[in-house]
């Protein structure tokens, strides 16, 4: 696998203490994830992939191809992988780099920003995304819980379980089953309509207008219009209003303008 490591069950137990759960991280449906600090020293995330019949090996192997040819400071880096089938379960595990600050999910709902670092994080992500679809990947589960942050508190995208990657002569494609999150997914992949990078862009929309305003965008959302500093202040999203400034308030308009016509 070109530019990853192959590690052996050893070295990644010894990273990780035998994957005590002490070093576990997080945990989704189909993965653990623990933090484990490798023989030269360096932090990784070895995530823990659970196969069933939800979750095939065969998307293991497709998480793999498509982590490994993806190089973007707002893109997850994969540094190797672990196959061994060798003990009583077969055991498939991915080493990335790791992310020390949490994820966008944890950040929105307990910190305060002033909105020149709000901002970076909208513009990261939207530049993670932007690359992903220059490399004909819909990556199809955008969402605050799979955005990261590095030590500089840049966005970072992961998990590439449930991407899609394109021919170079597609532009969507007929998506036979629900993937993704609830809130977050494009109206088209619920009606069973073809979907295209479109899909994603309706999910980083949702996610911006919940950066703003602290809530999501549904049909039934009656989002205020931000024309003051005393209606910023009143929103209860990722940047701090108390730090906002009038010259800001036109900048943060335009990403809200943008956040509805995303979606």
């Known amino acids: 696998m070109t530019g990853a490591t192959q590690f052996s069950l050893s070295q990644l137990k010894a990273a990780t203490n035998d994957f005590s759960g002490d070093n576990v991280v997080g945990s989704g449906g189909f993965s653990v994830v623990y933090k484990g600090v490798l023989r030269n020293g360096l932090d990784v995330a070895i995530k823990k992939l659970l196969i069933s019949d939800d979750f095939p090996e065969r998307r293991v192997h497709h998480e793999l191809n498509v982590g490994a040819k993806l190089q973007h400071k707002n893109i997850v880096k994969l540094l190797g992988y672990c196959f061994d089938n060798k003990e009583d379960e077969r055991l498939y595990l991915l080493v990335q780099e790791y992310m020390p600050n949490g994820s966008l999910g944890r950040v929105i709902n307990a910190s305060r920003l002033d909105w020149p670092s709000c901002f970076k994080i909208i513009q990261g992500i939207a530049q993670g995304l932007?690359?992903?679809?220059e490399q004909h990947v819909l990556y199809m589960d955008l969402k605050?819980?799979?955005?990261?942050?590095?030590?500089?508190?840049?966005?970072?995208?992961?998990?590439?379980?449930?991407?899609?990657?394109?021919?170079?002569?597609?532009?969507e494609i007929t998506c036979d089953s629900i993937a993704g999150t609830m809130g977050y997914i494009a109206p088209e992949k619920i009606t069973g309509a073809k979907i295209s990078m479109k899909s994603d862009v309706f999910s980083f929309g949702v996610i911006l207008i919940e950066i703003i305003t602290g809530r999501r965008v549904t049909p039934s959302c009656d989002l205020p219009a931000l024309s003051s500093i005393e209606m910023i202040r009143a929103m209860k999203g990722l940047f701090d209003p108390a730090q906002v400034k009038d010259s800001q308030v036109m900048e943060i308009n335009k990403c809200m303008k943008l956040g509805l016509m995303c979606t």
């Not at 932007?130 to 679809?133: D, E, G, I, R, V």
């Open 144 to 171: 605050p819980a799979n955005i990261l942050f590095d030590s500089k508190m840049n966005p970072v995208i992961i998990d590439f379980g449930l991407s899609i990657v394109l021919d170079d002569d597609d532009d």
């Open 130 to 133: 932007h690359y992903l679809h």
